[in-house]
T-cell receptor, first 115, second 110 residues
Framework: NAGVTQTPKFQVLKTGQSMTLQCAQDMNHEYMSWYRQDPGMGLRLIHYSVGAGITDQGEVPNGYNVSRSTTEDFPLRLLSAAPSQTSVYFC??????????????FGAGSRLTVL | SQKIEQNSEALNIQEGKTATLTCNYTNYSPAYLQWYRQDPGRGPVFLLLIRENEKEKRKERLKVTFDTTLKQSLFHITASQPADSATYLCALDVNTPLVFGKGTRLSVIA
């Protein structure tokens, strides 16, 4: 079982460039989400999805886009990278987003540096 | 405003002692609370989930309490070992999505 797979593990971008962080899960989970983790700030939710075709914004969505065309994949797009988006990004999934059953499985993380 | 706070950024204890980590929250009414462990360079890993009507939950050397009156959860590691050194995160389950605290970095010193 691969669980939650994130690619790439490391990426360096220049300001203004765009890129996509990939996230795939093989557990048939309905719920998927993206967090960023910064020193002293903890995990902050960017976007989440409760099923294919459904996405919603989290706490810090500006500068990021997501789509959920399949159950397995939930890519995160940076439209025009800024130094403030330098962070470690985690994708997480759970069988369902319903309260009491929303136990998350996290990917290994993607470390992004924007110069 | 809604807040979730973990008692300290870092906690150092001697091997063999009991580590106690605190998670306090305001303006939430979670029905469930979760604890995760995160090692450096890795994603968080789920440890325990406790329901509001459960006072206590145990798993091996781990114990979690949940006091909805005090709006507090305590996370205990008994007979702590250097391998328990990690960052521990609490998360409130207030319907989708989870809300995480900033974490407490625990160091167990041999």
């Amino acid at each position: 079982n691969a669980g939650v797979t994130q690619t790439p593990k490391f990426q360096v971008l220049k300001t203004g460039q765009s890129m996509t962080l990939q996230c795939a899960q093989d557990m048939n989970h309905e719920y998927m989400s993206w967090y960023r983790q910064d020193p002293g700030m903890g995990l902050r939710l960017i976007h989440y999805s409760v099923g294919a075709g459904i996405t919603d914004q989290g706490e810090v969505p500006n500068g990021y886009n997501v789509s959920r065309s399949t159950t397995e994949d939930f890519p995160l797009r940076l439209l025009s990278a800024a130094p403030s988006q330098t962070s470690v990004y985690f994708c997480a999934s759970s069988p369902t987003g319903r309260s009491g059953a929303n136990v998350l499985t996290f990917g290994a993380g993607s470390r992004l540096t924007v110069l | 405003s809604q807040k979730i706070e973990q008692n300290s950024e870092a906690l150092n204890i001697q091997e063999g002692k009991t580590a106690t980590l605190t998670c306090n929250y305001t303006n939430y009414s979670p029905a469930y609370l979760q604890w995760y462990r995160q090692d450096p360079g890795r994603g968080p890993v789920f440890l325990l989930l406790i329901r509001e009507n459960e006072k206590e939950k145990r798993k091996e050397r781990l114990k979690v309490t949940f006091d909805t009156t005090l709006k507090q959860s305590l996370f205990h590691i008994t007979a702590s070992q250097p391998a328990d050194s990690a960052t521990y995160l609490c998360a409130l389950d207030v319907n989708t999505p989870l809300v995480f605290g900033k974490g407490t970095r625990l160091s167990v010193i041999a």
